[in-house]
Every structure is written in structure tokens, then in C-alpha cells.
């Protein structure tokens, strides 16, 4: 049996940090979503992201690339710290109803929905451990769905 390289023990490792998935608004009749449905976003353990070139382009248009060790550290203790489990908390706090517009935030450990209405929390959310990553190498490519970081 075939020992791996440094390299492929890390991606043999990696696994999803952070997933975005998108879900639309009910469309209003003859237009089209606000915010289409699909991945928005994938961060791996490894600094490896997926994200779509904003909300109303998911599924059209998508980079990819990697975060410095730097943001790849600040955004685990953005996962773990007092202000991420209090948005989340407001978000969770009331259901989303069915016709709104939702980002569902998937971790390794918890998945929660959250309405993209102004003040429920979602805005902030996904300015924060989205937007505004500093992606490394940025690639354009091909929307894809989530890969598990494989």
C-alpha cells in the first residue's frame, strides 16, 4: 500500500467548514428570482473556496481559490466566537416563511436556516464570513454544486 504525500494527506482531510446554499423567494409571476437558488458558497478545512460572484448570480457565475492561513484562522474563531452564535440566534428565532428568499448555513456541526430579509441577521452573516474573504488566486469557473470538500 501506497503512503501519500503531505499533500494528499491534507486534501484526504479536508473537510467543509462553512456551505451557503441559497434558496429563493416564490418568483412573482413573468420575473425572475431575486436570488436564485443554489451554492453560494464552500469553504474546505483547508482554505479551498467556492463563492458565487454575489447573491443574484448564483448559479451563472462563481470563483474559486484559497484564503491565507491568516483568514482561514480568523474565520474559525468567527465560527466559534459570541457574535456568530447571537446571529445565529436571530436568525433561528423566528421560522422563514416559505415565500421568502433563505440562506441555509450548514457547519460541521449545526445547519440553520435564515430569512435574507433586512434585519434578520442573514446580511450580516454572509458580509462577514463571505464577502468579505480575501480569496488567493481567484479562478472563474462553472457553478457547481456542493463537493464536500473532496
Request: with cysteine.
Amino acid at each position: 500500500m501506497a503512503i501519500a504525500s503531505g499533500a494528499n494527506v491534507a486534501e484526504l482531510a479536508a473537510s467543509p467548514l462553512l456551505t451557503v446554499m441559497q434558496h429563493p423567494e416564490y418568483p412573482m409571476p413573468g420575473k425572475e428570482f431575486s436570488y436564485p437558488p443554489g451554492l453560494l458558497a464552500e469553504i474546505c478545512s483547508d482554505g479551498r473556496i467556492y463563492r458565487a460572484l454575489g447573491a443574484a448570480n448564483v448559479g451563472k457565475s462563481a470563483v474559486e481559490g484559497t484564503l491565507s492561513e491568516s483568514t482561514l484562522q480568523s474565520l474559525r474563531g468567527a465560527l466559534v466566537g459570541t457574535w456568530f452564535y447571537a446571529m445565529r440566534g436571530k436568525c433561528t428565532s423566528d421560522p422563514v416563511p416559505f415565500h421568502v428568499a433563505a440562506v441555509r448555513i450548514g457547519l460541521a456541526q449545526d445547519t440553520f436556516e435564515c430569512s435574507v430579509f433586512q434585519g434578520s441577521g442573514a446580511i450580516e452573516l454572509l458580509d462577514r464570513l463571505v464577502w468579505a474573504l480575501q480569496i488567493v488566486a481567484p479562478e472563474v469557473v462553472a457553478p457547481r454544486q456542493p463537493s464536500g470538500c473532496n
